[in-house]
T-cell receptor
């Protein structure tokens, strides 16, 4: 079985400050990793994903995440946040089998203050 | 592509009434998931289907909840009878596969209020 732990339930930051949202996972097999974002009153949408290859993956709006196999982590970072980044962020893991499903973390609420 | 379509977007009903939520997945996707989201419990997976077949319904809270997927383009989640504690946002999501490198595409959700 796999599990996901998002280490911070709420992260408040000021605009233009850097931010890191932490995600750790556990799995006995190879996994695929995802970050989803949920803006207020909307469904979740994919932000970025790690499937294989380069351990650093980027999104189109400046977020990046690094897969660290030894530390079983997939932390999400942005060097300078904007007010519009205020949202809830979910880390998810999926196994490379046809017997399971994505497992989601409990979410981290990022609040960007002016 | 229109994305995952859910209806209704909002539903207000009285305790004891039957509620039916509907979902149309993205064409070509063969896996469908129903989630419930509340402030107290976060995002919970209720049930998921692969090729229209229910794979795991262990997340369904109780017998009052049932879900069907009669064909590849339609699924329903029914609550009968509804109770105030069922108030939540219900999301439907679809993906190309059940597991592996396939992200899930979420609908906009149905906000259910049971009074």
């Amino acid at each position: 079985a796999q599990s996901v732990t998002q280490l911070d339930s709420q992260v408040p930051v000021f605009e233009e400050a850097p931010v890191e949202l932490r995600c750790n996972y556990s799995s006995s097999v190879s996994v695929y990793l995802f970050w989803y974002v949920q803006y207020p009153n909307q469904g979740l949408q994919l932000l970025l994903k790690y499937l294989s290859g380069s351990t650093l993956v980027e999104s189109i709006n400046g977020f990046e995440a690094e897969f660290n196999k030894s530390q079983t982590s997939f932390h999400l970072r942005k060097p300078s946040v904007h007010i519009s980044d205020t949202a809830e962020y979910f880390c998810a893991v999926s196994r490379n089998t046809n017997a399971g499903k994505s497992t989601f973390g409990d979410g981290t609420t990022l609040t960007v203050k002016p | 592509d229109a994305g995952v379509i859910q209806s209704p977007r909002h539903e207000v009903t009285e305790m004891g009434q039957e509620v039916t939520l509907r979902c149309k997945p993205i064409s070509g996707h063969n896996s469908l998931f129903w989630y419930r989201q509340t402030m107290m419990r976060g995002l919970e997976l209720l049930i998921y289907f692969n090729n229209n077949v229910p794979i795991d319904d262990s997340g369904m809270p109780e017998d009052r909840f049932s879900a069907k997927m009669p064909n590849a383009s339609f699924s329903t989640l029914k609550i009968q009878p509804s109770e105030p504690r069922d108030s939540a946002v219900y999301f439907c999501a679809s993906s190309l596969g059940l597991a592996g490198p396939y992200e899930q595409y979420f609908g906009p959700g149905t906000r259910l209020t049971v009074t």
